[in-house]
């Protein structure tokens, strides 16, 4: 494995990472740094956020997110999934929008409290 | 057959149709853009001269000074703001005094009441002013006016009255058949018995069509800053109280530093000649550049509360003087072309003249019977009492929902302006009639609601709502979400 | 007239953190004032990940985050009204403000806090040359008509500015289908932050230019096209580096600002953070008015916002319980060389106090530099930093202990590291 000098993006905090070929990672200031480093240059992970239509709600459209980081290389797959999705209010916070998107395991779950009016 | 058929709905156009209206008369307005005022009427400095400055004698002269005494009733009426707060024409440099005298005498011949001031009284005025002014033309009657509501209340006093107004409909060609005229549009064709040319940039391409005229209109651009209304709710003196110009040139009037009636600062214009007439674009030479000329008379003027740059073409006439007469070949074809500073101010006295004088004569139409001067008043709720209008929102309770928080604009004032028989119908002219928009964030926060008030209220969907001209959609598509 | 202990204005983070930082005081005669529709103001269109990661531990979206509030607020009943909008505030604290079913009412409160967040500086704030064009607008008008309504305002997009809004509408639209020709940004530094940079640029390939800013505008109706120059270092562009690019938008994200005008028409002092001066305890001069959040300073994470608004409820609180300590002195606050503004502007002494907090923000993007604290030119503090950046605030504490005297001003400033 090359070695890679990256930027963290777990946190807002942005730290320069310092990834060797063996996989040790420096200039981490947190654990969860040292987990990303690794991940970023073995397999680079992002979350998806996007919005659902969504009937009978205040606002057309719901807010979701992917549960857990997918693979960077599945990002537009999984937005055309999430585009082709139609829901109805009410919707709460965690509810499962789509099940296993795009095959990764992953669900797509709701990021706002909608009620039905 | 129409009586008149009016080219044009600038401030010029727009008041000749409320003129006409108190005679029975079928009167057709034709206006290219998507509102009344969409052009000179709207991007100019917002002032109504006293009439001081013009050549003793001239079109400019007379209908200035007829136009500035008119304002106070015209603007009541009409439910238009203006304040006749004065304008102050400064001397800068000792040399520059005997300027001012004899403006002082030209201000005289021209029955426009002027002072000159002293170093002192001015300063006393105006605080904000440069110490090194060396006195001032203070003339009482000049004033600040809404350039936006003058004429688009002007034409809704029309309407109201029985006047057509076709919007976003371009005038081709004008062919004179003896007895009347034909008038060919985009759209159709007319039959009018008299046309009138306010056609204001283009007002010389349509003189043509009757005529070899020997006078053109250069587009002359004005680029301007506008301020924020930061000392409009402050205690104590204004910024600036009256008007403030430096000495006129040959170039115009100068670059002024001004309140807006709705307590905005502009400052501007520069003036250079331009080839296309739809050419508004700034630059920042430009604009460094009035910003200098304006420090110089005003030097603390906080340019960090800077929300908008604008620019305004004026139809400047090769013979510098306003051109009000019937065509040369074809007198049912009148010309009211040139108009540039002062030129609102003139326009409510242009439109009396050219109705009562030039199109009364041909057609010896009876008075209106139904006339009525007034439109119906525009509610501000801001203006009025706890008691008021706590009693207007329990009446219609849009009138306590705020769509522009900047300028404070309420839904119910929305409502009203898209309820009037003036359309309203793009993002822009619903700012000229409310003031929604106009404000620091520029329509940040309420254009969103904006777009979605018009669409409902002309039942097409958001994407069809036009910022002003053609092609100036905000939003272009639905993303793509669900089955659809 | 309406009689409330406590007002808030705004509904959004900062205000619910205020309400909660109060109401865990004791205060229960609350009411939040919020202009819009729902509780949790511009969380609610910022549906991307990364917030609360200080709050609560794990990486929320915008409108989870809100939620977490908005369920505390209805927990404690503590009142709100929504689609209020406050006209105007007076010296003695009486709010007035207006809605739909109350009409115009006036409240006389005991205390205030200000939380009504800020608003973008557009277009028109930075007259860029050229035409005035439909399509240009800003990161958070974009992102709102995407967001909340479903609609794309464009399809060929550049933008300017690289503040965080625009650097995550960068990817907003991409993902959505648009096209992002690139990113400019005035400064020799990016403004937003590293990890955007990262995940909404580059994963995406749109390419960042620095130093470089819109110098044309082109577009009778809709944008047209787009003139970039790169500019010397007097932020000015340089004749004969234009570049054309074909766009239908033009997308803003050229900084926040206060959105302070009810404070300031009350004659309030600003800071040169726009918004009002407070001291140490986020009160203004006129006791009993309060302010934090974005009104008050504009932030980068919406942690720092409830952790300041909650400080802020509590000490509107302690205002109210009386049990505000007599300042037996004041010090002004001045930001010296290199620092753009510091918050608080003043502290006032009293026998509460242990220590002070600073938040500020550098000029410029530096490396190994001290952050240095002087009363009377004699250095009571210092700070070594090995990398600080304009867009990140900087958030730092100064034992009361340290003072060199208790009057006599604080200057913070940035200065270099002798090698």
Known sequence: MEERDLICIVCPRGCHLHVDKDLNVTGNFCPRGAVYGKQEVTNPTRVVTSTVRIDNAELPLCPVKTKDPIPKGKIFEIMSSINKVEIKAPVHIGDVIIKDVAGTGVDVIACRNMEKI | ?484 | ?419
Not at chain 2, 23 to 36: A, N, Q, S
Not at chain 2, 220 to 238: A, S
Not at chain 2, 302 to 325: C, K, L, M
Request: charged content about 25%; proline content about 5%; hydrophobic content about 40%.
């Open chain 2, 1 to 484: 057959m129409h009586d008149v058929i009016i080219i044009g709905a600038g401030a010029v156009g727009s008041f000749i149709a409320r003129s006409l209206s108190a005679y029975k008369l079928h009167t057709l307005v034709i206006e290219k853009e998507t509102d009344v005022g969409d052009v000179t009427s709207m991007a100019n400095s917002a002032i109504a001269h006293s009439g001081y400055d013009p050549v003793p004698g001239t079109n400019k002269a007379k209908f200035n000074v007829l136009g500035n005494k008119m304002m106070p009733e015209v603007c009541k009426d009409l439910d238009v703001e203006f304040e006749m707060n004065g304008t102050l024409t400064l001397a800068l440099y000792e040399e520059q005094l005997p300027t001012l005298k004899d403006l002082a005498e030209r201000a005289k011949l021209n029955g426009v009441e002027a002072h000159i001031l002293s170093k002192e009284e001015v300063l006393e005025r105006e605080p904000n002013i440069t110490k090194d002014v060396k006195g001032a033309l203070f003339c009482p009657t000049g004033g600040i006016v809404n350039p936006f509501t003058l004429t688009s209340h002007a034409m809704e006093n029309a309407l109201d009255n029985g006047v057509e107004l076709h919007l976003m409909e371009a005038v081709l060609n004008v062919e004179d058949k003896g007895d009347h005229f034909i008038v060919k549009t985009d759209k159709a064709e007319y039959e009018a018995k008299v046309v009138i040319n306010a056609a204001g940039l283009s007002s010389d391409k349509f003189a043509k069509m009757m005529d070899d005229i020997t006078w053109h209109i250069t587009p002359r651009k004005g680029q301007y800053y506008v301020l924020n209304h930061f000392d409009k709710d402050l205690p104590g003196k204004k910024f600036v109280n009256s008007v403030v110009f430096p000495l006129p040139s040959e170039k115009g009037k100068g670059i002024l530093v001004s309140r807006t009636t709705s307590g905005n600062y502009i400052v501007g214009p520069s003036s250079e000649p331009v080839d296309d007439i739809s050419d508004v674009s700034t630059d920042s030479m430009t604009l460094a550049n009035v910003k200098a000329q304006a420090t110089a008379m005003v030097p603390g003027i906080p340019f960090g509360e800077q929300i908008r740059v604008y620019a305004g073409n004026r139809s400047t006439p090769s013979n510098h003087d306003f051109i009000i007469e019937p065509s040369k070949n074809h007198p049912h074809f009148i010309n009211v072309a040139g108009i540039e500073s002062p030129g609102l101010v003139s326009s409510p006295a242009i439109g009396e003249y050219v109705a009562n004088e030039l199109v009364c004569p041909i057609l010896k139409p009876e008075k209106n019977p139904n006339f009525k001067k007034t439109i119906r008043p525009y509610i501000r709720p801001l203006n009025l009492s706890l008691e008021e209008r706590n009693a207007l929102i329990k009446k219609n309770p849009d009138f306590g929902e705020m769509v522009c928080n900047c300028e404070r604009v309420s839904l119910g004032e929305i409502e009203d302006a898209l309820n009037r028989s003036l359309p309203c119908m793009t993002i822009k002219a619903l700012k000229k009639r409310t003031r929604a928009g106009f404000g620091k964030c520029q329509g940040g926060f309420c254009q969103p609601n904006v777009i979605r008030l018009l669409s409902k209220h002309y039942g097409v969907t958001p994407m069809e709502i036009l910022y002003d001209k053609a092609d100036s959609e905000i939003v272009l598509s639905e993303a793509t979400k669900g089955a659809k």
């Open chain 3, 1 to 419: 007239m309406e009689y409330r202990d406590l007002v808030i204005i705004g509904g959004g983070s900062a205000g619910m953190a205020a309400a909660i930082g109060a109401y865990n005081e004791g205060i229960k005669d609350i009411l939040i004032l919020e202009k819009g529709e729902f509780l949790g103001g511009i969380l609610n269109q910022c549906i991307h990940n990364g917030f609360g990661l200080t709050e609560f531990k794990e990486e929320l979206t915008g409108p989870e985050f809100a939620s977490r509030f908005i369920e505390q607020i209805k927990e404690k009943g503590i009142e709100f009204k929504l689609h209020s909008f406050v006209t105007d505030i007076s010296k003695d604290k009486v709010i007035t403000y207006t809605s739909k079913e109350d009409g115009v009412v006036m409240v006389q409160a005991k205390a205030i806090v200000m939380a009504a967040g800020c608003y973008e500086r557009n277009a028109g704030a930075i007259g860029i040359p050229g035409d005035r064009p439909a399509g240009v607008l800003t990161a958070g008008q974009a992102q709102l008509f995407l967001n909340e309504y479903g609609y794309m305002t464009g399809k060929k997009v550049f933008i300017l500015g690289s503040g965080d809004i625009g650097l995550i509408m960068a990817r907003r639209l991409t993902l959505e289908g648009a096209k992002v020709l690139g990113v400019a940004e005035i400064c020799a530094w990016s403004n937003g932050l590293n990890r955007n940079m990262v995940q909404c640029l580059e994963d995406y390939g749109i390419p960042l230019y620095l130093s470089h800013t819109v110098s044309k505008v082109i577009g009778k109706g809709r944008l047209e096209k787009i003139v970039l120059s790169k500019v010397d270092d007097k932020m000015q562009p340089i004749p004969g580096t234009e570049k054309e690019f074909e766009v239908d938008t033009l997308i803003l994200s050229i900084g926040l600002l206060p959105n302070n005008d009810l404070l300031n028409h009350l004659g309030i002092p600003t800071s040169r953070s726009r918004g009002s001066l407070v001291n140490d305890k986020l009160e203004t001069c006129v006791p009993g008015i309060f302010s934090c959040g974005n009104v008050l300073h504009v932030h980068d994470l919406v942690d720092n916002v409830v952790e300041e608004a909650r400080e802020a409820g509590k000490n509107a609180a302690i205002y109210l319980k009386g049990e505000e300590k007599k300042a037996t002195s004041e010090i002004e606050v001045i930001a010296g060389d290199g620092i753009g503004y510091v918050v608080p502007g003043k502290v006032a002494i009293d026998e509460s106090l242990e220590n002070i907090t600073f938040k500020f923000r550098v000029r410029k993007p530096s490396k190994n530099v001290y952050i240095q604290y002087e009363q009377n030119g004699n250095v009571i503090k210092k700070v070594l930093k090995t990398a600080i950046i304009p867009s990140e605030m900087e958030i730092q504490k100064l034992p009361r202990k340290q003072l060199a005297d208790e009057s006599s001003p604080i200057t913070i400033k940035m200065v270099a590291k002798e090698m």
